[in-house]
């Protein structure tokens, strides 16, 4: 855990590398298709489903500042704003970007979508009542430092919410028992190999997950921390277009 200390000094080095640049040309050739997919989520049950689980973490009766960090193509951005919230979403790949600014628009959703690095978020101390996060940290080269940059950016009780599964240890390649329709089949083999290759190049892979986060978020003084490893069975009830065969855990933390 010493890196989290140097991150949190702003001593440690340039984080800078190839790694990211493969992530980012990977998710690049995915951002059209996915931003489809997450198209038909707002527009369907999804939606509600995902709104249940976000929303019991939330105090009620205001309007919160809340950064969607890897926002992808805006899905928990747009949602939220349509729930009357300030939202700001921000992703590594400009495409994304360009179709979370597309998607807000169709939806007549109110949302600030930025280029920005989840590890290294360009804004001040204290800046946001919830940060969120969903599918990310398991793409991150070094997922400790954007913890303690997520810190860094919310208020005093502010709320991490960060959605995730140990995807290290699932394989991507095969997709034989997921339904035709499935998005993992509609991007082919090539990806999906590209995908695990990444995977296996990443830190994270490797680590007990979430174990691994409850452990950096303790270290970086974050404290009443739960755990839900039932929002799977809630959110995918059904093997279709956005069923996740690897199981999902719901992280919740509060900033003292």
Not at 43 to 48: L, S
Not at 131 to 154: C, D, F, G, K
Request: proline share 4%; net charge negative.
């Amino acid at each position: 855990m010493a890196a989290i200390r140097e991150y949190q000094m702003g001593t440690a080095p340039d984080s800078t590398d190839f790694i990211k640049e493969r992530i980012q040309n990977y998710w690049s050739l995915r951002s059209e298709n996915f931003s489809g997919l997450r198209k038909q989520e707002l527009e369907c049950d999804m939606a509600v489903l995902w709104q249940n689980e976000i929303e019991k973490y939330l105090p009620t009766g205001k309007s919160l500042k809340i950064l969607d960090v890897g926002t992808g193509s805006g899905f928990f951005a747009i949602l939220l704003a349509g729930l009357g919230h300030q939202t700001t979403g921000i992703d590594l790949t400009p495409s994304m970007i360009e179709e979370a600014r597309k998607l807000a628009a169709d939806q007549n959703a109110k949302a600030d979508f930025f280029v920005m690095d989840a590890e290294n978020p360009d804004f001040a101390d204290e800046s946001f009542d919830v940060v969120i996060s969903r599918n990310l940290t398991w793409t991150l080269p070094h997922p400790e430092q954007a913890y303690a940059q997520w810190m860094r950016v919310l208020k005093k009780d502010g709320i991490l919410l960060n959605f995730d599964a140990d995807y290290g240890n699932a394989g991507f390649s095969d997709y034989s028992a997921l339904p035709t329709h499935h998005a993992h089949k509609i991007i082919g083999d090539s990806m999906l190999a590209e995908c695990d290759a990444i995977k296996a190049q990443l830190d994270i892979s490797r680590y007990m997950r979430p174990v691994w986060d409850i452990h950096t978020l303790l270290e970086l003084g974050m404290e009443e921390i739960q755990i839900d490893t039932g929002i799977s069975r809630r959110i995918y009830t059904k093997q279709d277009a956005f069923y996740n065969p690897t199981p999902m855990f719901a992280l919740c933390a509060i900033k003292r």
